[in-house]
């Protein structure tokens, strides 16, 4: 009986050691990240010195040699390129969007749809259908929808309160809508910005054509010009509303590119890998400054505030910059190829890829019950700093390759406060400005301390 009153009295006390321990080191870490952090200042030259970064572009390059050896500055253990073939779109010049009301010409900002063809060179004017899901399409028929411009204008659902539910619910019409009224005779696309924001900033994004298919042009329009395009078809006949847009895009030949990675060397598991970046790339009309200029430039602040405090892995930490997210996720594949080709074992992967806003807390995808219940103890350790809101369900676009890849990973998605995040999104109003440096700050202390906390003790 005595022994059995000792065993239990050393697990207590073993227990609270170390989550006095684990309690110090992450204090450690956020004193780090607000005193001396540099992600703010990386991000300032990121978004200014070298700007918008589409795949395949040369601003594109520019970041992939200047973060390579932004990391091979900060002394890691190894700095190296990952080769990845990347499409590359070109948008061209400003697109012109006008309602056309008889002999009146009402002027709206549009922005053309990633991986959208053009126009012709005179462009298109056509009636106008407004549809509100890809299955009116199918009620509708070629007779109703050919010759026409298809109008989506399915709004956010403002009833949810995470902001990325109501992106997903409406995200289909973007993707998957121009390819479907392709196959009505649609001779165009015009698709309400993905955002409950009510403003004059078109929001772009990767359209997906069917293969084989006819490929229509397909562009964003701005809230308020979709509220004014559906009002007047409300208020008169639709013959007598027409849509004029002209967009210059194409598509060019798949270019080189490359996924930057850099590591901390584990010294008892060098080949089992913990995993945390976003990706590199951004889309054309602005600075890619939280989408996902917070993402990478926090996920490179991590490893950098557990370098600089002397910490020393178990496992391999590994930052990556990946190419590619927004129109193809080449990077995030390839980068999933080569883990498997070299038989590494990922522990844990984790993505920062939904902007540089406060931290709330982590997702979790690939854990058992028991697992996600001893996630308790570390939610403990966040709760002072905010960020202690663990929930199931999680990854991202970049790191979901690894689930098939490297069985047995647990895919982390960083979760900062989303309700800012769609207004910026994927818009000419995406720049440096519009991030706030203790947000990111926060943000990368909260990723540091997940990462060393999966480091010093796992999921069992």
């Not at 070629?142 to 539910?165: A, C, H, Q, S």
């Not at 602005?286 to 490179?300: N, Q, R």
């Amino acid at each position: 009986m005595k022994l059995k009153f000792f065993t239990i009295l050393s697990l207590v006390f073993s227990t609270t050691f170390l989550k006095a321990q684990d309690s110090l080191m992450l204090r450690k870490i956020y004193d780090e990240a607000l005193v001396n952090g540099q992600c703010y200042s990386n991000l300032h030259y990121l978004c200014k010195k070298i700007g918008a970064r589409l795949s395949g572009s040369p601003n594109a390059q520019k970041a992939v040699e200047w973060s390579k050896k932004l990391m091979e500055s900060y002394g890691f253990d190894h700095v190296f390129l990952q080769e990845v073939m990347v499409p590359h779109w070109v948008r061209g010049a400003k697109e012109v969007g006008i309602i056309v009301d008889g002999n009146n010409k009402i002027s709206v900002p549009i922005t053309a749809l990633g991986m959208s063809v053009a126009t012709p060179k005179e462009g298109i004017t056509a009636e106008v259908i407004e549809v509100h899901s890809l299955k009116e399409l199918d009620t509708l028929g070629e007779k109703i929808i050919k010759g026409k411009i298809v109008f989506f204008n399915r709004p956010f659902d403002p009833r949810f309160i995470e902001t990325l539910r109501a992106y997903g619910t409406a995200g289909d019409q973007r993707n998957a809508g121009p390819a479907a009224a392709a196959k009505y005779g649609a001779v165009g696309v015009i698709v309400r910005s993905l955002t409950e924001s009510l403003d004059d900033f078109p929001h772009t994004g990767a359209t997906h054509y069917t293969p084989g298919g006819l490929n229509i042009p397909a562009a964003a329009i701005s809230t308020k010009g979709a509220n004014q395009l559906s009002a007047l078809l409300k208020q008169k006949k639709s013959p007598q509303i027409k849509f004029y847009f002209k967009q210059n895009c194409e598509m060019r030949p798949d270019t080189l590119s490359y996924n930057v990675v850099g590591e901390l060397k584990g010294s008892e598991n060098p080949n089992k890998f913990i995993t945390v970046g976003g990706h590199l790339d951004s889309w054309d009309l602005a600075e890619g400054a939280h989408d996902d200029g917070t993402g990478v430039m926090g996920s490179l602040e991590a490893v950098r505030i557990l370098k600089v405090m002397g910490y020393q892995p178990k496992n391999t930490i590994r930052v990556v910059f990946f190419m590619n997210e927004e129109n193809g996720d080449k990077g995030g594949l390839k980068y999933a190829e080569l883990a498997a080709k070299n038989k590494e074992e990922h522990i844990a992967a984790i993505e920062s890829d939904l902007g540089g806003f406060t931290p709330r807390g982590f997702g979790f995808s690939g854990l058992t019950t028991n697992q996600f219940k001893n996630l308790t103890q570390w939610k403990q350790l966040f709760e002072p700093y905010g960020s202690g809101r663990f929930v199931a369900g999680g990854g991202g676009s970049d790191i979901g390759p690894l689930r098939e890849k490297t069985p047995g990973v647990v895919l982390i998605g960083f979760d900062p406060d989303s309700q800012r995040y769609f207004d910026v999104h994927h818009t000419p109003n995406d720049v440096f400005e519009n991030v706030n440096k203790r947000e990111l700050e926060l943000g990368s202390a909260s990723m540091a301390s997940l990462i060393y906390l999966i480091d010093q003790h796992g999921f069992n």
